[in-house]
């Protein structure tokens, strides 16, 4: 393997979890929702789409300080607890719970017996027997709370935060989330973190910039105007075998770190088989993953029609729609690139790189203004999978940054378990205490056993 990619191993092992108290967070002094029994807030359809209907679990691990009084469990939690009650009033909506309103339309309400769940855990174990603490692992799923039985997907009246944190032997900690992302989105989401950390850090408020709500800057025009065809939303029937490679196997959690050298390479290379293309590294790492994905999968059949979709951040974008700092919403558009099996196979890097380009430059606030419009008349109910690879970029993300409580940043800061939804593929930054300012990334992504080899030599340029 090209020394500039390293595949990431992590250990198969079961995590002992012993739930010991679970209780609400409620915002330690009076919102807006106390002046009404009937309060209510509207959600946007950025906020409202289907893939936004999940509530996103993370982990953060924290190892022991030198603090080691007898009570600093408590300690912990109270600090967690203590700041987690002063954030919630400025950030209020994290207090109350979706419904579903005409329509299907999403909206955040408020009742008496609602908050944040906080949950306290233990495990026999120390973080050290936990392995490669750099590498999401799907073994660290009991450190993430789910209910029994809990249906997939559930969001109608569930907390939209769930914070477990989970004590080792050793005096680490790690601090287990669930965000909903109807709420907020991934910039969204850092903010929120950055300032329960800050607050928790500081003892005392730290709200800063000021959290705005506004979801109303995004409503519908009247009557609706939709102006693109929004190819990542259709329904397309899965006539590949793609759902066999990947949902009716067992696929495998495989993760790749790809240091700042091999990025460059690789758009080096695409930009050196055509000289008129302008591309983001991004662009270039997106098509050569895709590239990669197809081939070692071996999808067939050749003239089907494949997507690769991302995620854009539209806040740069934005002239005629003016959103105030400190807005924590959903600004995040799908960009879609669509070719045959046989051209994601065939055409040169430049040729697929110019594709995602071309898609990500394509969403602009008119395009944005479009896919809002286009969820008022269609509101998709599921989330659509036909000969699709979804990228989820998390490298633009401050996650150890924003995540010092007080107890330095986390060692570790990311997803877990990527295998419900094989179709995803998660960019992460190399970070933690030990990173040094690194600029690689981590590849993560899903492939049946028999495709790892293959696309290990691929990725890597063989």
């Keep these: 393997m090209d020394s500039c990619i390293q595949e990431l191993e992590f250990s198969h092992l079961h995590i002992p979890v012993t739930i010991k108290n679970k209780f609400l967070v409620h915002p330690s002094s009076p919102t807006p929702?106390?002046?009404?029994?009937?309060?209510?807030?509207?959600?946007?359809?950025?906020?409202?789409?289907?893939?936004a209907r999940v509530l996103t679990p993370s982990v953060y691990f924290y190892r022991s300080?030198?603090?080691?009084?007898?009570?600093?469990?408590?300690?912990?939690?109270?600090?967690?607890?203590?700041?987690?009650?002063?954030?919630?009033?400025?950030?209020?909506?994290?207090?109350?719970?979706?419904?579903?309103?005409?329509?299907?339309?999403?909206?955040?309400?408020?009742?008496?017996?609602?908050?944040?769940?906080?949950?306290?855990?233990?495990?026999?174990?120390?973080?050290?027997?936990?392995?490669?603490?750099?590498?999401?692992?799907?073994?660290?799923?009991?450190?993430?709370?789910?209910?029994?039985?809990?249906?997939?997907?559930?969001?109608?009246?569930?907390?939209?935060?769930?914070?477990?944190v989970t004590f080792f032997t050793c005096g680490g900690f790690s601090l287990g989330i669930r965000l909903c992302h109807c709420i907020c989105d991934g910039f969204g989401a850092m903010q929120f973190l950055g300032s329960w950390a800050a607050t928790a850090k500081n003892g005392r408020l730290i709200a800063d910039p000021e959290p705005v709500w506004d979801r109303e800057v995004f409503k519908p025009r009247n009557p609706p105007v939709v102006k693109y065809t929004h190819h990542e939303y259709l329904a397309v029937e899965e006539k590949s075998n793609l759902t066999n490679s990947l949902w009716e196997t067992k696929p495998l959690q495989k993760c790749y770190r790809i240091n700042k050298e091999f990025q460059c390479r690789v758009k080096s290379i695409a930009q050196g088989q055509d000289s008129t293309l302008v591309c983001s590294s991004f662009d270039a790492m997106a098509a050569h993953i895709w590239k990669s994905w197809v081939k070692a999968l071996d999808v067939k059949p050749l003239e089907y029609n494949l997507r690769l979709t991302f995620s854009v951040n539209v806040r740069t974008r934005l002239q005629a729609l003016k959103l105030r700092k400190g807005f924590y919403g959903n600004v995040v558009c799908l960009a879609c690139a669509t070719s045959s099996v046989s051209n994601v196979m065939n055409d040169s890097l430049s040729k697929t790189t110019r594709l995602v380009q071309?898609?990500?430059?394509?969403?602009?606030?008119?395009?944005?203004?479009?896919?809002?419009?286009?969820?008022e008349v269609k509101r998709p109910k599921r989330l659509e999978f036909g000969g699709k690879l979804m990228i989820t970029q998390w490298t633009r993300f401050e996650m150890y940054e924003t995540a010092d409580f007080g107890w330095g940043k986390p060692v570790y800061a990311g997803p877990i378990d990527l295998r419900p939804t094989p179709q995803v593929c998660v960019l992460l930054p190399q970070g933690g205490v030990e990173s040094g300012g690194d600029q690689s990334m981590v590849v993560c992504l899903c492939l049946p056993p028999s495709a790892v080899h293959d696309f290990t030599r691929l990725l890597s340029l063989k």
């Design 33 to 51: 929702a106390d002046q009404s029994p009937h309060h209510s807030l509207y959600l946007s359809n950025l906020d409202d789409t289907v893939g």
């Design 65 to 164: 300080s030198n603090d080691q009084t007898k009570n600093r469990e408590s300690l912990v939690l109270k600090r967690l607890q203590d700041a987690l009650g002063e954030v919630l009033v400025p950030y209020y909506p994290l207090s109350g719970r979706l419904r579903e309103v005409e329509n299907g339309k999403l909206e955040v309400f408020f009742g008496a017996e609602q908050g944040a769940l906080m949950v306290s855990a233990s495990s026999s174990m120390a973080l050290d027997n936990l392995g490669d603490l750099t590498v999401p692992n799907p073994a660290w799923l009991p450190l993430i709370f789910q209910y029994p039985e809990e249906e997939a997907y559930k969001i109608l009246e569930m907390p939209l935060l769930i914070a477990q």
């Design 358 to 375: 071309e898609a990500r430059v394509r969403v602009t606030e008119d395009y944005l203004r479009s896919m809002v419009d286009y969820m």
